[in-house]
């Protein structure tokens, strides 16, 4: 279930937010401590107006109010009220003896980080014998993620009712997953967070269908640093949607890939991006070697702990290419000799183009074109009449750096252009190349197929690609 929780100033803001409500939330958390003045006479329209369950929460300010306020819900029919357990023993316990039909939560904060004595905290609440339990611990690591998703696992075992997730930006695994670990619920928002890390009901809903998983979720996910810019969680999210598959894909920031080992047990495959494509080789039980010679792996499939490593970027890229172009015996140019160039370098080779490398650093241009017994040039060095194919690997005229191009407009002459970016869309250069007729290949069909072979490899289904491509567009065209 998704509880959408509200923390608005005044009443009438409240009571709005409330109305907006709709499907992506099957309950609502008001949290009364937010509400200036709040009076127990206040309570008594909110319960009138209600349209789903409410959860009455107050901590935070003075204790004999928020008490007051929450006896006054207890007595309107609040659904749920929730009790901090800083309320102490004999409050909590007045509570649940003189509740009707109310729940009682008892709920236990810490904004710092998960305490060693977590299990002692969460078997003080369970003695007092409240409906619920609620733990929300702020995370520092990823581990702290797993912590709390065993708790609920234990609370599952001794057959109670829990609410448990992390705090802050490095818990928001455990806000996806702990429905599907069995929890009773997750929070989100409507227009603001209530509390750190908070995702929105609408992407809870909507993008990771948190309320449609169930125990037993294959988790997949994309890992990287940073990640917040990736889109992938969109396509793959999507793509299980549309088959149907208890499934959900999550971006986990790594500080670094030692934490594999954590995620190893608990996810079915990833997704790697900057900067572990190459450092991951070391740590994968199976390195395909297609991937191996290319030495950069960005899919990985995990079965019973064990990691397989794949490069779905350079399929991506040659089938993306292919669609306008041959490549076998054309003058190819491909500038830049990072991850992309290499993936790509790779496909140009084997499929037998004539490949010229151009790269800023000459140092890591060299040992790409070595590689491949292919020549490395500078940009000036270049005959562009002869080339039938420009390819651009490097963020140059990525967003915000929008009018930048790796080469002046002049060069672009009876040539196919490709740009790897898909953030803008069309950049400058393929801008350029349209202007001087050539025929351009923009990137986020290299996003697509990369997306959707990783897709095939996790689950030996065919994601709709059109349907993937409609999503990101709509994502980069709204943001
Ligand atoms: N469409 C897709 O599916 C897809 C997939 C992967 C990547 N990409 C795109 O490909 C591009 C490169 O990504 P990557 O993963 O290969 O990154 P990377 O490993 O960091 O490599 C970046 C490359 O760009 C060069 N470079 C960076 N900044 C430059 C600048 N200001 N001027 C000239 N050269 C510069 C670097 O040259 P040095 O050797 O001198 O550092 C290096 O060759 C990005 O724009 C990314 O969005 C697209």
């Known amino acids: 279930m998704i509880c959408c929780s509200i923390a608005a100033r005044t009443k009438e803001h409240l009571l709005d937010e409330m109305s907006h409500i709709k499907f992506n939330a099957s309950l609502v958390e008001v949290r009364m401590d937010s509400l200036m003045d709040a009076k127990p006479e206040d309570i008594k329209e909110i319960i009138a107006k209600k349209r789903k369950p409410v959860i009455l929460a107050c901590k935070g300010v003075e204790k004999k109010i928020c008490l007051g306020l929450l006896k006054k819900g207890m007595e309107e029919g609040a659904e749920y009220i929730d009790l901090d357990l800083d309320y102490g023993e004999k409050t909590i316990k007045e509570f649940i003896k003189t509740k009707k039909d109310t729940k009682i939560i008892v709920s236990y904060h810490n904004n710092e980080n998960v305490p060693e004595n977590i299990q002692e905290i969460y078997e003080k609440i369970k003695k007092l014998k409240p409906d619920i339990i609620k733990i929300a611990c702020t995370a520092v690591s990823l581990s702290d993620n797993i912590i709390i998703l065993d708790l609920l696992k234990k609370s599952k075992a001794d057959n109670i009712d829990m609410i448990a997730h992390c705090m802050g930006p490095k818990g928001q695994l455990s806000r996806i997953l702990n429905v599907p670990f069995g929890s009773f619920l997750t929070y ?23 309320d449609r998983l169930k125990p037993g979720v294959n988790i997949y996910g994309l890992i990287g640093n940073p990640i917040s810019a990736s889109r992938s969680y969109i396509v793959h999210n999507l793509a299980f949607k549309e088959h149907e598959l208890n499934a959900v894909y999550i971006n986990v920031e790594l500080k670094d890939l030692k934490e594999l080992d954590l995620l190893k047990h608990l996810f079915s495959g990833l997704s790697v991006t900057m900067p572990f494509k190459e450092s991951i080789l070391t740590y994968l039980d199976h390195v395909d070697d297609r991937a191996a010679k290319i030495g950069a792996v960005n899919t990985v499939v995990i079965k019973q702990g064990k990691l397989f490593g794949y490069n779905t970027d350079w399929t991506a890229a040659l089938d993306t290419i292919q669609e306008k172009i041959q490549i076998q015996d054309k003058n190819v140019v491909l500038i830049g000799a990072g991850g992309a160039a290499k993936a790509i370098a790779f496909g140009i080779w084997k499929k037998r183009g004539r490949l010229t490398i151009i790269n800023r650093t000459e140092a890591n241009g060299k040992k790409l074109a070595s590689s491949l017994h292919v020549s490395l040039k500078k940009i000036n060095e270049i005959d562009w009449e002869k080339v039938d194919l420009l390819i651009n690997a490097t963020p140059i005229g990525m967003a915000p ?9 002049n060069v672009l002459r009876n040539m196919v252009v490709f740009d790897t970016i898909y953030n803008p869309l069309i950049t400058k250069l393929l801008n350029d190349a349209e202007r001087n007729r050539c025929p351009i290949v923009t990137g986020i069909k290299m996003f697509i197929n990369q997306a959707a072979q990783q897709f095939e490899f996790w689950t030996r289904k065919k994601p709709d690609k059109e349907l993937m491509e409609e999503s990101v567009l709509q994502y980069v065209v709204d943001h």
């Open 188 to 210: 989100g928002y409507l227009n603001q967070p209530t509390a750190p890390g908070q995702i929105s009901c609408d992407y809870l809903k909507k993008v990771y269908r948190v």
């Open 401 to 409: 750096r929008v009018h930048d191009s790796p080469v002046p407009r």
